[in-house]
């Protein structure tokens, strides 16, 4: 290999691994028809190719230099996509079937984006939730969904947070001062050991703005039996990870939009039932419904890039009577607390049990509804696994559905958790998630998947073609 060679590899090398795309698309396309990505590692290969495809659409795309801070840096509208080694051993430890045989022979194959892989909170099995970090690696995955469950502060700014009442699962805040201003916070006894850890409760309605971007974001987790704040804070379930916990930039609404743009990629915000008595002083739960969507509004994002959600059904009625063109993308979450008829016990396979028919919901004027993944999958108690009747109905009614969440639990082993429930005949290995998409995706025909890990539902995506 001539040397002129080995340089132009070493320069495309560093482009593709550090992102910084300052070679204008003309020269990719001049590298692309010499193959000098020929060879490569299927790893580089993979964000090489998405280099060059982008580049081809975007003729005008170009790199700058940035900060080195993961926790500040701008993001480039540009990422290569990769799925890491996860979607694999998940694939490896399938029982035998020729759908392990057809996702195996996709192991070669360019990770793409997808808009059927949905980022659930960014990428918090192994991330901190709702943080810069965790967004930009389920971007790096192939989402291409992102979601910011939206809560109001103090001054009633809009912010991604999973509750409005989490602040102190999911950040640092005992651990700073911030931590008096909480609604419960934090006592002591004579002795300084902690006598309140079952009743902690830190609000973003308890800080302002400001006061919310000091924190940082940490894994969602916190000891309800501690003694000491140390032992609160640090619970982190054994199969997760504080590995990528070290900068936790936590974001308001508008940034996350601005991120989001910046990566090319479409917008789910979830509105959040309010901890706070409604109305919070004189805002509204009407002002908070078309806050959301005017910030949308004001960013320039087209309706149609934008699933606005919410487990309110009058959130997506306000939606629908003062917003309809963000309103036909509007998504109404559904599991057993929203839509269980009065009475009942909640069976995914009894309709006299459902709060609201699909038909019903059809006639209401929503378009999309995303039900918990257990309420779509049933088991003919004999480990083969099934569309529900609550899917059946749905897809009979004409309704779009999405789904809500994989790779949210521990290892499967146990039959996975709430996220699984009545399946437990058909799961029974890590390896059964792949069977679990593939029954969601090709029988129960969801349009999109949220995940805890993204590259998990963007490697079966592509390999399916979805």
């Not at 975007?58 to 540009?78: D, E, R």
């Not at 195996?104 to 980022?119: H, L, P, R, V, Y």
């Not at 916070?185 to 850890?197: I, S, V």
């Not at 996975?416 to 792949?434: C, K, P, Q, R, V």
Request: proline share 5%.
């Amino acid at each position: 290999m001539s040397s002129y060679r080995n340089k132009a590899i070493n320069n495309l090398d560093i482009r593709c691994n550090n992102n910084n795309y300052n070679a204008p698309a003309v020269k990719n396309k001049i590298i692309l028809a010499t193959g000098l990505c020929f060879g490569l590692s299927s790893v580089l290969l993979s964000g090489c190719g998405n280099v060059l495809a982008e580049s081809n659409q975007n003729p005008t795309a170009s790199g700058s230099s940035q900060s080195t801070n993961p926790s500040t840096a701008k993001p480039k509208s540009l990422v290569g996509y990769s799925y890491g080694s996860r979607p694999l051993y998940l694939v490896d430890d399938m029982d035998n079937s020729p759908l392990k045989t057809q996702l195996k022979s996709c192991e070669g194959q360019t990770a793409m984006k997808s808009d059927f892989s949905i980022s659930h909170r960014g990428a918090p099995l192994q991330y901190p939730e709702h943080t810069y970090d965790s967004y930009l690696a389920a971007a790096r995955m192939g989402a291409g969904i992102l979601e910011c469950d939206v809560a109001f502060t103090k001054d009633k700014q809009l912010v991604c947070r999973h509750a409005q009442n989490d602040l102190h699962t999911t950040t640092n805040i005992l651990a700073t001062p911030l931590a008096k201003k909480c609604s419960t916070p934090p006592k002591f006894d004579a002795k300084g050991q902690l006598t309140n850890a079952d009743k902690i409760e830190c609000r973003t309605s308890d800080i302002t703005l400001s006061e919310f971007k000091s924190l940082r974001g940490k894994m969602d987790a916190g000891n309800t039996k501690a003694k000491t704040l140390e032992q609160y804070m640090n619970a982190t379930a054994p199969w997760r990870t504080d590995l990528y916990s070290q900068n936790g930039k936590l974001l308001s609404l508008e940034e996350h939009i601005k991120l989001t743009e910046s990566l090319g990629l479409k917008h789910t915000p979830e509105l959040k039932t309010p901890a706070e008595k409604m109305p919070f002083g004189n805002y509204t739960q009407d002002q908070y419904r078309k806050q959301l969507i005017d910030t949308y509004k004001r960013a320039g994002v087209p309706a149609d890039k934008v699933f606005a959600q919410s487990f309110d059904i009058e959130d997506v009625k306000y939606w629908l009577k003062n917003n309809p063109d963000f309103a036909k993308n509007a998504v109404y979450l559904i599991d057993d607390s929203n839509e269980t008829a009065q009475g009942k016990t909640f069976d995914k396979n009894d309709p006299t049990t459902w709060k609201h028919s699909m038909q019903q919901l059809k006639t209401m004027g929503i378009n999309i509804i995303a039900p918990a993944t257990w309420l779509l999958v049933t088991s003919d108690g004999k480990g083969q696994m099934m569309p529900s009747e609550y899917a059946k109905e749905a897809n009979k009614a004409g309704l779009k559905i999405i789904t809500w969440s994989i790779e949210r639990s521990g290892p499967l082993a146990n039959g996975g958790g709430w996220y699984y429930t009545g399946l437990e005949d058909a799961i029974n290995n890590d390896g059964d998630l792949m069977s679990f998409i593939d029954v969601l995706a090709q029988e129960v025909g969801v349009m999109g998947i949220f995940s805890d890990w993204p590259a998990t539902v963007t490697y079966y995506a592509n390999c399916k073609g979805l």
